[in-house]
């Protein structure tokens, strides 16, 4: 398991502990090695990390954007988000990339590229995602979404009803091997994700979801008179 830490000006990633799966984000051989002091990510140098994250073998980092515009310089807010790189074993597909395959370094998830992340969790074999609007200014992360954006929830890795999606397919040992959209909580304004073991914990806006239990008592009405 890999602790990290984010430092300095340039948001320097480091890790330490045990390197089973390539955790550590070291590649090559450095998979099985046991490292008992902080060593730097090489492969995240330069990417503007902004949000990291751990689970119990694969781990996460959020960059934001690398060329912020002049607007940003003169107010220090950089908007939006950069890629999400996972890295670490890759077993029921928890990394996103489309297999099972361990990554010995951060590898980013081509599946979202272009999508505006504001959180991201690892569980003990899932990774959940939350998209939205940004706000970033320096070391801080500011959320916020409209009331007609309110974002999406996605979901990757071992099902076991960890994931959220249909009940009878999440229920079975699924290997969702790409982030797959959460349909349940669409319409829903998802502030925080956070992931155990076997299960995931989410906070909503309240009023969303006030909102979008209106127009369900509604469309089971419209089904009653039917």
């Given at each position: 398991?890999?602790?990290?830490?984010?430092?300095?000006?340039?948001?320097?990633?480091?890790?330490?502990?045990?390197?089973?799966?390539?955790?550590?984000?070291?590649?090559?051989?450095?998979?099985?090695?046991?490292?008992?002091?902080?060593?730097?990510?090489?492969?995240?140098?330069?990417?503007?990390?902004?949000?990291?994250?751990?689970?119990?073998?694969?781990?996460?980092?959020?960059?934001?954007?690398?060329?912020?515009?002049?607007?940003?310089?003169l107010t220090g807010y950089f908007a939006g988000t950069g890629d999400l790189?996972?890295?670490?074993?890759?077993?029921?597909?928890?990394?996103?990339?489309?297999?099972?395959?361990?990554?010995?370094?951060?590898?980013?998830?081509?599946?979202?590229?272009?999508?505006?992340?504001?959180?991201?969790?690892?569980?003990?074999?899932?990774?959940?995602?939350?998209?939205?609007?940004?706000?970033?200014?320096?070391?801080?992360?500011?959320?916020?979404?409209?009331?007609?954006?309110?974002?999406?929830?996605?979901?990757?890795?071992?099902?076991?009803?960890?994931?959220?999606?249909?009940?009878?397919?999440?229920?079975?040992?699924?290997?969702?091997?790409?982030?797959?959209?959460?349909?349940?909580?669409?319409?829903?304004?998802?502030?925080?994700?956070?992931?155990?073991?076997?299960?995931?914990v989410i906070l909503v806006c309240y009023d969303t979801l006030q909102?979008?239990?209106?127009?369900?008592?509604?469309?089971?009405?419209?089904?009653?008179?039917?």
């Amino acid at each position: 398991m890999a602790i990290f830490k984010k430092c300095s000006e340039d948001n320097a990633v480091f890790a330490w502990g045990d390197g089973g799966h390539g955790v550590l984000g070291q590649g090559g051989d450095y998979a099985n090695i046991v490292e008992a002091t902080p060593v730097t990510i090489a492969s995240l140098q330069g990417k503007n990390v902004c949000y990291i994250t751990c689970g119990w073998s694969h781990s996460a980092a959020l960059t934001r954007k690398t060329s912020p515009s002049l607007l940003a310089h003169l107010t220090g807010y950089f908007a939006g988000t950069g890629d999400l790189y996972t890295w670490g074993e890759g077993a029921g597909g928890r990394l996103g990339h489309g297999d099972e395959e361990d990554r010995h370094e951060p590898q980013v998830i081509s599946a979202l590229r272009g999508t505006q992340i504001i959180q991201v969790a690892c569980g003990f074999a899932h990774t959940v995602v939350l998209t939205g609007n940004t706000l970033y200014r320096r070391h801080l992360r500011l959320t916020y979404s409209s009331s007609k954006e309110k974002g999406e929830t996605y979901a990757c890795g071992r099902g076991c009803s960890r994931l959220g999606f249909d009940e009878e397919e999440d229920k079975k040992d699924v290997c969702q091997k790409t982030p797959k959209r959460v349909e349940s909580l669409l319409g829903t304004k998802v502030v925080q994700v956070t992931c155990g073991m076997v299960n995931t914990v989410i906070l909503v806006c309240y009023d969303t979801l006030q909102k979008r239990e209106r127009e369900r008592e509604r469309e089971r009405e419209r089904e009653r008179e039917r």
